[in-house]
T-cell receptor, first 114, second 110 residues
Framework: SAVISQKPSRDICQRGTSLTIQCQVD?????MFWYRQQPGQSLTLIAT?????????ESGFVIDKFPISRPNLTFSTLTVSNMSPEDSSIYLC???????????FGPGTRLLVL | GQNIDQPTEMTATEGAIVQINCTYQ??????LFWYQQHAGEAPTFLSY????GLEEKGRFSSFLSRSKGYSYLLLKELQMKDSASYLC???????????FGAGTTVTVRA
């Protein structure tokens, strides 16, 4: 498995502002993903973070709203831009050490937008 | 799209057994995962099935029937700490992404 950390663990933000969430892994991994989990709901994949190229977004998610970076094989960031209360959610980073293997999740970032 | 169904809630008594079913209709199949998620925490990996049959890991077992598009997670000798949400996730063939079910909230009563 991999040890995954996320910063911040939680935040309260004002609408219209942006927040960048960091995901750090203790070893090189092939795949990194970003999910959203709204209260009482299951996990929704936002995008796959690709190292050295643009992320691959799922239907309903766009780069302008959720820009993602992945500069190397151990680190990625997700920015939630121009936030509204509807963006209040838990944002989770996950990794696959090798593509197609088990996904492991970071501890999540709890975001509340006022 | 992918369709993954599991019951919303289940309640059981400490020491008992609970079986959580998961049915799926996906564009091909390349593995099924079960995760446990305690309230306010991240999902943790429990089990993985890619071939038909039963995989046993201590008190937890997971079963898969690919022809029926069906899996279950069996929790034996239930403990209070097993109260959590259990997520079924399927990886369709030729796709690295996971599709998650809505999750089953299991409540263990004394």
């Amino acid at each position: 498995s991999a040890v995954i950390s996320q910063k911040p663990s939680r935040d309260i933000c004002q609408r219209g502002t942006s927040l960048t969430i960091q995901c750090q892994v203790d070893s090189q991994v092939t795949m990194m993903f970003w999910y959203r989990q709204q209260p009482g709901q299951s996990l929704t994949l936002i995008a796959t973070a690709n190292q050295g190229s643009e992320a691959t977004y799922e239907s309903g998610f766009v780069i302008d709203k959720f820009p993602i970076s992945r500069p190397n094989l151990t680190f990625s960031t997700l920015t939630v831009s121009n936030m509204s209360p509807e963006d209040s959610s838990i944002y989770l980073c996950s990794v696959e050490i090798q593509r197609g293997e088990t996904q492991y999740f970071g501890p999540g970032t709890r975001l509340l937008v006022l | 799209g992918q369709n993954i169904d599991q019951p919303t809630e289940m309640t059981a008594t400490e020491g008992a057994i609970v079986q959580i079913n998961c049915t799926y209709q996906t564009s091909g199949f390349n593995g099924l995962f079960w995760y446990q998620q305690h309230a306010g925490e991240a999902p943790t990996f429990l089990s993985y099935n890619v071939l038909d049959g039963l995989e046993e890991k201590g008190r937890f077992s997971s079963f898969l029937s690919r022809s029926k598009g069906y899996s279950y997670l069996l929790l034996k000798e239930l403990q209070m700490k097993d109260s959590a949400s259990y997520l079924c996730a399927v990886r369709p063939s030729n796709d690295y992404k996971l599709s998650f079910g809505a999750g089953t909230t299991v409540t263990v009563r004394a």
